[in-house]
Nanobody, 124 residues
Framework: VQLQAFGGGLVQAGGSLILSCAAS????????LGWFRQAPGKERELVAA????????WYADSVKGRFTISRDNAKNTVYLRMTSLKLEDTAVYYC??????????????????WGQGTLVTVSS
């Protein structure tokens, strides 16, 4: 299983960025997906999760209303659209996958496949 995240970069506060994560080596539609982030000196945290079919999503309170997770099962890709970015959104962002037989559940833990991370830096 390989997950490759890309799309990070330097953006000004208030700006937008779209992260993508391409998956290979798995039956993509059989996996629930999540985006995590880890800021310097902080623990990794889940920011968004999405069910296999994309019908249900979850967001951390800190990003609710600003971030949108989506997936394209035909392209084996999950996205994280980030808007109204804040300085505190600066972090390395990781995508993760968890096999599930449930088509409609998202998960806040139990991920067992991880991408390498992409750095998002928000400047003032």
């Amino acid at each position: 299983v390989q997950l490759q995240a890309f799309g990070g970069g330097l953006v000004q506060a208030g700006g937008s960025l779209i992260l993508s994560c391409a998956a290979s080596g798995l039956t993509f539609s059989s996996y629930a997906l999540g985006w995590f982030r880890q800021a310097p000196g902080k623990e990794r945290e889940l920011v968004a999760a999405i069910a296999r079919r994309g019908s249900r999503t979850w967001y951390a309170d800190s990003v609710k209303g600003r971030f949108t997770i989506s997936r394209d099962n035909a392209k084996n890709t999950v996205y994280l659209r980030m808007t109204s970015l804040k300085l505190e959104d600066t972090a390395v962002y990781y995508c993760a996958a968890r096999f599930t037989t449930s088509a409609s559940d998202y998960y806040t833990q139990g991920y067992n496949a991880w991408g390498q991370g992409t750095l998002v830096t928000v400047s003032s």
